[in-house]
């Protein structure tokens, strides 16, 4: 049992190269979630797909895209990264409102 | 709009010591309520939540909440903690389809 799977683990980019950061889940959720993590700061969202065909933005937008591939999958983008989005970045999954969230483990991106 | 505060950024205490993390929401409708907690280098992990119902909510390592309307509170309390408590406890609440987290407080257990 998977649950919510992200790729890469780690990655380091240079300012002003590209990344896409994949996320799965195989739980059959409906709704899809990109956070990022920065100490102090606790979670903030970036983007959300309530469902399939479906994204919208979260608290903090600016320097991404996010694409819906299927049920599945939710890919977040950074087409020219900057240092500020240094982070730990989480994706998500929930069968629906109220249900809680299954966090992947992260994807620890460092940009020089 | 609604937001979490969780109102101490660390906490240590003594282990077999009791422990209260305490976080206040702020929301003009109902709300579901969660904590979450996040071991070094791993994701978050759901510890228990408030949805409806009984206002005492327990998880199953011998963490409970108290959801206080009156008070807008949803405290993390546990009688006695153990070494392997130590981590780092998110409050959250929903907003429509999507969950706000609070800061987070970290829990760190001296022996």
């Known amino acids: 049992n998977a649950g919510v799977t992200q790729t890469p683990k780690f990655q380091v980019l240079k300012t002003g190269q590209s990344m896409t950061l994949q996320c799965a889940q195989d739980?059959?959720?409906?709704?899809m979630y990109w956070y990022r993590q920065d100490p102090g700061m606790g979670l903030r969202l970036i983007y959300y797909s309530a469902s399939e065909g479906t994204t919208d933005k979260g608290e903090v937008p600016n320097g991404y895209n996010v694409s819906r591939l299927n049920k599945r999958e939710f890919s977040l983008r950074l087409e020219s990264a900057a240092p500020s989005q240094t982070s730990v970045y989480f994706c998500?999954?929930?069968?629906?409102?109220?249900?809680?969230?299954?966090f992947g483990s992260g994807t620890r991106l460092t940009v020089v | 709009a609604q937001s979490v505060t969780q109102l101490d950024s660390q906490v240590p205490v003594f282990e077999e010591a009791p422990v209260e993390l305490r976080c206040n929401y702020s929301s003009s409708v109902s709300v579901y309520l969660f904590w979450y907690v996040q071991y070094p280098n791993q994701g978050l992990q759901l510890l228990l939540k408030y949805l409806s119902g009984s206002t005492l909510v327990e998880s199953i390592n011998g963490f409970e909440a108290e959801f206080n309307k009156s008070q807008t509170s949803f405290h993390l309390r546990k009688p006695s903690v153990h070494i392997s408590d130590t981590a780092e406890y998110f409050c959250a609440v929903t907003l429509g389809d999507k969950i706000i987290f609070g800061s987070g407080t970290r829990l760190s257990i001296r022996p």
């Open positions: 998500a999954s929930s069968e629906r409102q109220g249900y809680g969230y299954t």
């Open positions: 739980m059959n959720h409906n709704s």
